[in-house]
């Protein structure tokens, strides 16, 4: 019934490939996974499929994010190669939940509801712990099917397999006739409900409620009141962030972002203040004060700070208030020295000013000259008086 779709999974096959499995009776099993995969309403709000190959060692040969049609599911299994040695089952187990299980491989947010499965094949008995692995699996919520054919151990598979065990366990006499198993899973993963059809109007998620349905919202939207379609929600509203800033709205989700001057902490969430006095950060002349998250210009001693509070002027060290000088203040640059008035001299604190000493004392040649300057003087009155008398 091509009408009959199954219900949206997230389906990992893990084929065995060791030794035992001759190269005939794997491309028998590659057959079987096309088959599957032609069951399946692939794609990617449907079922996505992921397949991982192992023996003693497990290779992932693609995962869930990879391929979103039939076709192209079909070319990538068709080229897989058997790894021969081993049968490592728990560890591919493993492998699974650590490296195809996540949402970086494709594995859709636990809040879709998405089931988990996955789908083991083997011919063998485990050559490692695979009890605890899978119980570690079925804990994580994955559904483990167990197929097991000719040699299998009946025992292994039903360690591993998801209760109830008879619909979990599967066993089949050869590769030959291992198609035969298509059916029966597509009994089990066929589904009749409104959601699983698509028959649905929901715009986003389908919740099954018995012989109806209710539609539902991804996280980050809210239903619209014709209960099918869905509206992004201000992520951003109080109270719906976690920014400590700045929050930024993205269709349906947010990002954290901080004030100038403020840079992103790892936490993608909290900020701190950033040193905008870092070389390149600012445009002061000379010195640069930061201040929480902004900066402030200021000047070197002798320097006063310009109207456009970044640049610095020489300042007149020479004016009035700026020296210590008692008479005299002669400007050298950005300093000063101390001189005094005519007839003062400078003290020897280079500040204050004295009022100079007239020396008394004068030399034999200046002394001389003094003579010769009253004798002539005395000379000339005598000869004067002379003239006056007659």
């Known amino acids: 019934d091509t009408a009959c779709k199954n219900r949206p999974l997230d389906l990992v096959f893990i084929v065995d490939s060791s030794r035992s499995v001759r190269p005939e009776e794997f491309e028998k099993v590659k057959i079987f996974l096309s088959e599957m995969i032609d069951t399946l309403d692939v794609g990617e709000r449907t079922t996505r499929v992921a397949v991982m190959n192992y023996a003693s060692t497990v290779k992932v040969e693609f995962p869930l994010r990879t391929y979103f049609d039939k076709a192209s599911l079909k070319e990538a299994v068709s080229r897989i190669e058997p790894l021969s040695a081993g049968t490592m089952t728990g560890l591919a ?51 483990i099917y167990a197929v097991g054919v000719d040699r299998a151990d009946m025992q292994s598979l039903r360690i591993m397999a998801s209760e109830p ?52 919202c991804y996280e980050g939207y809210t239903l619209n009141p014709d209960k099918r379609t869905c509206s992004a929600v201000d992520m951003c509203a109080p109270g719906r962030h976690e920014c400590d800033q700045i929050c930024v709205s993205n269709n349906g989700s947010y990002v954290c972002d901080c004030y100038e001057g403020y840079t992103l902490n790892p936490d993608k969430k909290t900020c701190s203040a950033m040193d905008m006095c870092a070389p390149g950060r600012h445009d002061c002349a000379q010195v640069c004060l930061s201040n929480d998250g902004s900066y402030s210009c200021s000047c070197y001693e002798g320097y006063t700070l310009n109207p456009d509070k970044k640049t610095c002027s020489a300042a007149d060290v020479c004016a009035p208030g700026r020296h210590n000088c008692e008479q005299v203040c002669v400007r050298d640059d950005l300093f000063y020295t101390c001189d005094c008035h ?46 006056s008398s007659k």
């Open 165 to 216: 065990l008879d619909e979990h366990v599967f066993y089949v006499e050869t590769y030959g006739v291992i198609e035969k198993l298509t059916s029966k899973f597509r009994e089990t993963f066929c589904a009749v409900n409104v959601c699983a059809l698509g028959t649905h109007g929901c715009q986003q998620v389908c919740v099954s409620n018995g012989a109806s349905y209710l539609c539902d």
């Open 342 to 387: 005519q007839g003062y001299t400078l003290n020897s604190d280079r500040k204050t000013c004295s009022r100079a000493i007239t020396s008394s004392l004068v030399t034999t040649e200046e002394s001389c000259k003094c003579e010769a300057i009253v004798a002539l003087q005395d000379s000339v009155t005598s000869h004067l008086e002379a003239l």
């Open 93 to 143: 187990i493993q492998t699974a939940m650590d490296e195809v299980f996540t949402e970086e491989m494709g594995t859709r947010p636990a809040t879709f509801n998405i089931p988990k499965v996955i789908i083991v094949v083997t011919d063998g008995r485990p050559q490692d712990q695979v009890q605890d692995v899978a119980a570690s699996a079925r804990t994580a919520g994955i559904e």
